[in-house]
């Protein structure tokens, strides 16, 4: 069975096929269309190569409305299986918070009384069950004030309803109010310092068909282990490595290295000793035994 190699050293098919794009979403298409796009993209690149490797599948991390821009990572082939990450990580939006009145005087006060666990039932057309659930508002910040509108920043919990938020808020500051214009400025580990458009990476593939040139390409898409930053890290040897790819768990011998002051059933990303990610698990038993299961597959990645 063989394993990928560091992630710094992979050719560009490889990296089209297990790797992630910062992408700033255009106001207009769904992000299922966007996803779509890069996918099919890719797909007919490498088949113009003629390049062993191909995708059939391109994922969001996030889902973002129609009209919403910003950050919205699509990974490409393998990498689809690493979305569950993004349900680890937190979320940031700016958002014009429109008051059907002007805005109270005391506005960023009220505002800042949501930075808590708060209670949302998802709207009609959300595609989950509308029953209420808790989701935390890490921080809200007033950036700027308009007679009647409010630009305010939002760090959250993945699967805040912006939308009901803004809502709520109106009705806590007596005017009513509706949500603008929304972007979303990060989903962790991403955020809107490294984005790309969709130009940005046609450009780099088109760069690299034609001419052989594959620095935008390197600099546009990152290895898919990019996805894992912040989630606790085990290194383990590469005869294990073999045979997490061939579906056993993870057990002591094999256990190399693993991060500081992990928890038991946190999920943890499993390493080869050159960088190379091999699979999510859940962290069951000790590491520092000589025997027994240390972590419980949950995604395969090889």
Partial sequence: MALRGPPEERTPAELLTFGVVNLDKPPGPSSHQVSGWLRDAVAETLTDRGVDESIDRAAH????????????????????????????????YVAVLECHAPVPADAESIIAEFEEPIYQKPPRKSAVSRRLRVREIYDLDVLETDERRLLIRIRCE?????????????????????????????????????????????????????????????????????????????????????????????????VLEIDDGVEQDSLVACYTPDGAAVCLGELIGDPDAEQGVVIDLERVLV
């Fill in 158 to 254: 993945s699967g805040t309803y912006v939308r009901k938020l803004c809502h709520d808020l109106g009705l806590a500051l007596g005017t009513g109010a509706h949500m603008g214009h929304l972007r979303r400025t990060a989903t962790d580990p991403f955020d809107d310092r490294t984005l790309h458009d969709a130009h940005d990476f046609l450009d780099a593939l088109a760069f690299w068909h034609a001419d052989d040139d594959s620095g935008p390409l390197y600099d546009v898409v990152d290895p898919a282990e990019r996805i894992l930053e912040g989630i606790p890290r085990v290194v383990i040897a590469t005869n294990a490595a073999r045979e997490v790819a061939e579906g056993a768990p993870v057990y002591a011998p094999g």
């Fill in 61 to 92: 991390a996030g889902t973002l409305d129609p009209k919403v821009t910003g950050c919205l990572p699509i990974m490409l082939g393998d990498a689809t299986r690493l979305a569950p990450v993004f349900l680890e990580g937190g979320k940031e």
